[in-house]
């Protein structure tokens, strides 16, 4: 847990500082550009994965012709999706009518390739729990590419400092983990393991896919029905409400998925660690989704420029609506580890359905009815991805909502005060240095003053391991 915090942190907080300098030199439209792009992203690396990388991470008795099996598969279908997307190019500028997504299209695509080379000693570290390794290679990517990035955005290179920045975060990752891994391909191919791998990886795969075209269809629409420049402040107020989710849900899943999957057939201790993996990871991401809505404003003013203001309501409407987003992932990724990825399939089917139908009837609301649609529909997951965790571990939606009801009280509170506090401050980053102190206090007080058994449990966990942090310990004592 520890080197996948250092991972997740160094590599998440590295990628959003830098994306905060990039975009201060760049304009929305920019962004926009890379955004009409993300659904072919993700849907070929949805594809290129095929769950291949979750069926080894399950599989009990993985040996060796699984991993040649799995890595030549990848190959395959990485090197065919860049060829789809290349020759697919001139067709998708024409749908945006956007030109400059030809080359574009064509470059950003060979980071498929690039992926397919590494994916499985990745997934061999995840396996073997070497965090300290990954953590490693991330932070090495990330930070030499994000230079390489900065200084093309500054020197007037627009859009292709974005491109080249992700190609190169590639190429080094890729390199690395070839350097330090000990596995590498041997010349087989068995069809026995392609078949056990890829029968828990169809289902995976199928849902991923729904799941993908979901979560990009509204950059389509977004990109077809508005401006480019909407567009932009539309993503970069999605990447900024979904980094704290992101980022303490990638510590936590990282190490819980093949922590979780030896326990698969205890149903006690799984339920056990996945109570603590439930209302843990929501005590710190709650509180940070409410204080950025209550800050919204002079937090876009601050971090990128007056030019940006459009997208602090979408940031706010983004981050009431990201408090579901980490209870749906744990409760998928509870059936992901029971194997059950028939079931996962099964309420993407239904789900998304009633997602398409929401997007579309919000169209000619605008793009704030367009993100208070997204917003709503996280909630409609939830109800239903706690359907099955309920019958498998009798921990519905009942059960799950008055576990995490002291959190969402306390974070509520919290953010009312912080809105109080700052609203007649006449600078933005006067009332960030005043909201910021002013929630974390209010919040671990109402904590505290609730002998929350979270706060408790965090804390001494941080005390055991930081002795030193002395204001820490006066506070839960």
Same mark, same amino acid.
């Given at each position: 847990?520890?080197?996948?915090?250092?991972?997740?942190?160094?590599?998440?907080?590295?990628?959003?500082?830098?994306?905060?300098?990039?975009?201060?030199?760049?304009?929305?439209?920019?962004?926009?550009?890379?955004?009409?792009?993300?659904?072919?992203?993700?849907?070929?690396?949805? #594809?290129?994965?095929?769950?291949?990388?979750?069926?080894?991470?399950?599989?009990?008795?993985?040996?060796?012709?699984?991993?040649?099996?799995?890595?030549?598969?990848?190959?395959?279908?990485?090197?065919?999706?860049?060829?789809?997307?290349?020759?697919?190019?001139?067709?998708?500028?024409?749908?945006?009518?956007?030109?400059?997504?030809?080359?574009?299209?064509?470059?950003?695509?060979?980071?498929?390739?690039?992926?397919?080379?590494?994916?499985?000693?990745?997934?061999?570290?995840?396996?073997?729990?070497?965090?300290?390794?990954?953590?490693?290679?991330?932070?090495?990517?990330?930070?030499?590419?994000?230079?390489?990035?900065?200084?093309?955005?500054?020197?007037?290179? &627009?859009?292709?400092?974005?491109?080249?920045?992700?190609?190169?975060?590639?190429?080094?990752?890729?390199?690395?983990?070839?350097?330090?891994?000990?596995?590498?391909?041997?010349?087989?191919?068995?069809?026995?393991?392609? /078949?056990?791998?890829?029968?828990?990886? =169809?289902?995976?795969?199928?849902?991923?896919?729904?799941?993908?075209?979901?979560?990009?269809?509204?950059?389509?629409?977004?990109? /077809?029905?508005?401006?480019?420049?909407?567009?932009?402040?539309?993503?970069?107020?999605?990447?900024?409400?979904?980094?704290? @989710?992101?980022?303490?849900?990638?510590?936590?899943?990282?190490?819980?998925?093949?922590?979780?999957?030896?326990?698969?057939?205890?149903?006690?201790?799984?339920?056990?660690?996945?109570?603590?993996?439930?209302?843990?990871?929501?005590?710190?991401?709650?509180?940070?989704? #409410? @204080?950025?809505?209550?800050?919204?404003?002079?937090?876009?003013?601050?971090?990128? &420029?007056?030019?940006?203001?459009?997208?602090?309501?979408?940031?706010?409407?983004?981050?009431?609506?990201?408090?579901? =987003?980490?209870?749906?992932?744990?409760?998928?990724?509870?059936?992901?580890?029971?194997?059950?990825?028939?079931?996962?399939?099964?309420?993407?089917?239904?789900?998304?359905?009633?997602?398409?139908?929401?997007?579309?009837?919000?169209?000619?609301?605008?793009?704030?009815?367009?993100?208070?649609?997204?917003?709503?529909?996280?909630?409609?997951?939830?109800?239903?991805?706690?359907?099955?965790? @309920?019958?498998?571990?009798?921990?519905?939606?009942?059960?799950?909502?008055?576990?995490?009801?002291?959190?969402?009280?306390?974070?509520?509170?919290?953010?009312?005060?912080?809105?109080?506090?700052?609203?007649?401050?006449?600078?933005?980053?006067?009332?960030?240095?005043?909201?910021?102190?002013?929630?974390?206090?209010?919040?671990?007080?109402?904590?505290?003053?609730?002998?929350? /058994?979270?706060?408790?449990?965090?804390?001494?966990?941080?005390?055991?391991?930081?002795? =030193?942090?002395?204001?820490?310990?006066?506070?839960?004592?």
């Amino acid at each position: 847990m520890k080197w996948s915090s250092i991972e997740s942190f160094g590599t998440t907080g590295m990628s959003f500082v830098i994306s905060i300098i990039i975009a201060r030199r760049l304009i929305p439209a920019d962004y926009g550009v890379m955004g009409m792009l993300t659904i072919f992203l993700a849907l070929s690396n949805t #594809f290129l994965n095929s769950g291949i990388s979750s069926a080894l991470i399950q599989k009990k008795d993985v040996n060796n012709d699984d991993y040649s099996t799995a890595f030549y598969f990848n190959m395959m279908v990485g090197i065919g999706l860049y060829g789809i997307l290349y020759f697919a190019a001139p067709f998708i500028a024409e749908f945006y009518n956007q030109p400059i997504l030809t080359p574009v299209t064509r470059v950003i695509s060979t980071t498929l390739i690039i992926s397919a080379l590494s994916m499985v000693q990745g997934t061999i570290l995840s396996i073997k729990l070497d965090f300290r390794s990954k953590a490693r290679n991330s932070l090495v990517s990330v930070i030499f590419s994000g230079i390489a990035g900065i200084i093309m955005a500054y020197n007037g290179f &627009g859009v292709w400092a974005l491109v080249w920045q992700g190609v190169l975060s590639g190429i080094i990752m890729m390199v690395l983990l070839w350097y330090y891994s000990s596995w590498k391909p041997s010349f087989t191919f068995k069809k026995k393991s392609f /078949k056990a791998l890829f029968g828990f990886g =169809s289902k995976h795969l199928v849902s991923s896919t729904i799941n993908t075209i979901y979560d990009n269809l509204s950059t389509i629409v977004i990109g /077809k029905v508005y401006q480019a420049s909407d567009l932009g402040y539309y993503t970069r107020a999605n990447s900024i409400s979904t980094l704290p @989710g992101s980022f303490i849900m990638n510590i936590i899943q990282k190490v819980n998925y093949p922590v979780l999957a030896k326990l698969q057939d205890d149903n006690v201790a799984l339920l056990s660690m996945y109570s603590i993996l439930l209302r843990a990871p929501l005590f710190l991401i709650f509180p940070i989704l #409410f @204080g950025m809505a209550a800050l919204a404003w002079p937090l876009i003013e601050v971090l990128l &420029g007056e030019r940006w203001l459009p997208s602090a309501g979408m940031l706010i409407i983004a981050c009431f609506g990201c408090l579901s =987003s980490p209870l749906s992932n744990v409760n998928l990724n509870l059936l992901y580890v029971k194997g059950r990825t028939d079931l996962v399939l099964k309420l993407e089917l239904m789900k998304k359905p009633i997602a398409f139908i929401m997007i579309i009837a919000a169209i000619p609301t605008g793009i704030y009815g367009m993100c208070t649609a997204m917003a709503l529909y996280n909630y409609v997951a939830f109800c239903f991805n706690c359907h099955y965790t @309920g019958k498998i571990l009798n921990y519905g939606l009942k059960k799950q909502v008055m576990d995490i009801l002291p959190i969402l009280l306390y974070s509520l509170c919290m953010a009312a005060c912080v809105v109080v506090a700052t609203i007649w401050l006449p600078y933005a980053w006067l009332k960030l240095m005043v909201g910021i102190p002013v929630g974390i206090i209010i919040y671990i007080m109402l904590a505290k003053f609730n002998n929350d /058994k979270t706060l408790m449990s965090l804390a001494g966990n941080v005390l055991t391991r930081f002795p =030193s942090i002395r204001v820490l310990n006066y506070i839960v004592k």
